[in-house]
Structures are given as C-alpha cells and as structure tokens.
C-alpha cells in the first residue's frame, strides 16, 4: 500500500484545522461613534496568543509527520487507523484553543487545551510504533527514532501541566510553551539518517 493518499489526506485535513481556527479570530469592532484603534485589539490578545502557540503545535505535528512518512516505504491498514486518531485529536485544536483564549486562560479550557495535546502525543507515538512495527527494527525510521527523549519528555510535560492548570493556567501554560520550544526546531534525526544511509551507498 503506497503512502501518498495518507499524505495528502493528512495535509488537508491540518490545512483545515488551521483555517478553522484563524476563523475563530473576530474583527473586534470599535465603539459606537469612535474609530478604529488599536486599543480594540486587547480583549483578543489571549485568543490570539492561543492562536500562535497552537498554529505552532500544528506546523510541529506537520513538519515531523512529514519527516515520519519520508523515512516510511510503505504503509497498513493499522497505519492508516493510527493516522486518523491523530488527525481527529489534531482536529480538536481549533475548539480547545478557542474556549482557552475566549475564556483568558481559565483553568478547566487550559486543562482541556492539554488533555487535547496530551492525547495528540499518544497518538503520534502510536502512528509511530505502528510504522516501526511494518518496517521494522533496521528501517530508517528504527535508526533515526532511537529512544525518543523528547517524545517521552513531552508526555510527561503534558501530564504535569494538566492538573498544574488548576492550580496556576499561566504555569501550565508556561510548560506547554517549553514543550513547543522544545519541538520549535525541525528534527532532524530523520534527515540525518537518511542522508547517512545515502552517503553509505555511495561509497
């Protein structure tokens, strides 16, 4: 089974998901007799700042998809499965960061917010071992992965941070930054072995 329709599938449906959550974003709209200001862009200052560390966490999940299905050959019907859990617990972002946002960073929609990316990672992880599964352990992907600190490390940030938002949402938010911060720069695993591999045949 080839992997271009899952790719192209994947790429739409998080194309969606980002317009539909720019699309959450309102025009703000000035007082009655008054004009524009930019002063009427503070009550959407935390929808918008929910807006840039979710349309980060996306382009994260693109970029490393991306690099994921490169390093892949071929592709199974629990791959495909495993594929769409991620997308439809990626689908929820636009919900989630908009209740977060509307609601200026409220504990309950700032511990959804990382249940949501809590449950991304798992799924994530879970496309991931699917794959290791077909390809098995000397394929690109098995070299490349290794023992995935940041992939563990980030579910345990997640988990930290849910109940840490009932105590403090700007902590947690906080922590849900250090795990974007983390994940900002491409992983480069992947390319690195690929590019091994190449330079190994070559010789």
């Known amino acids: 089974m080839t992997k271009n329709r899952l790719e192209a599938f994947s790429d739409g449906v998080l194309a969606i998901v980002i317009t539909i959550m720019v699309l959450e974003m309102k025009v703000p709209h000035p007082h009655e007799g008054h004009a524009a200001a930019l002063a009427d862009l503070a009550p ?16 994260i999940y693109w970029n490393n998809h991306h690099h994921m299905l490169h390093a892949t050959k071929h592709v199974s019907g629990g791959v495909l499965w495993a594929n769409m859990h991620l997308l439809f617990w990626l689908s929820l972002v636009p919900f989630v960061t908009g209740w ?29 071992w699917r794959i290791l599964h077909l390809e098995g352990k000397d394929s690109v992907l098995a070299k490349a992965v290794g023992a995935d600190f ?8 997640y988990a930290v941070a849910v109940p840490l938002a009932f105590v403090s949402p700007w902590i947690a938010g906080g922590l849900y930054v250090l795990v974007a911060v983390m994940w900002l720069i491409p992983d480069r695993r992947i390319e690195r072995t690929l590019v091994s591999m190449e330079q190994h045949k070559a010789n």
Do not use: C, H, R
């Open 44 to 59: 959407i200052l935390p929808v918008f700042l929910s807006y840039v560390l979710s349309f980060i966490y996306l382009a």
């Open 100 to 128: 977060m946002g509307e609601n200026d960073f409220a504990p309950a929609p700032t511990a959804l917010y990382g249940v949501v990316l809590f449950m991304a990672g798992v799924a994530y992880q879970i496309l991931q």
């Open 150 to 157: 940041k992939g563990k490390a980030s579910a345990v940030l």
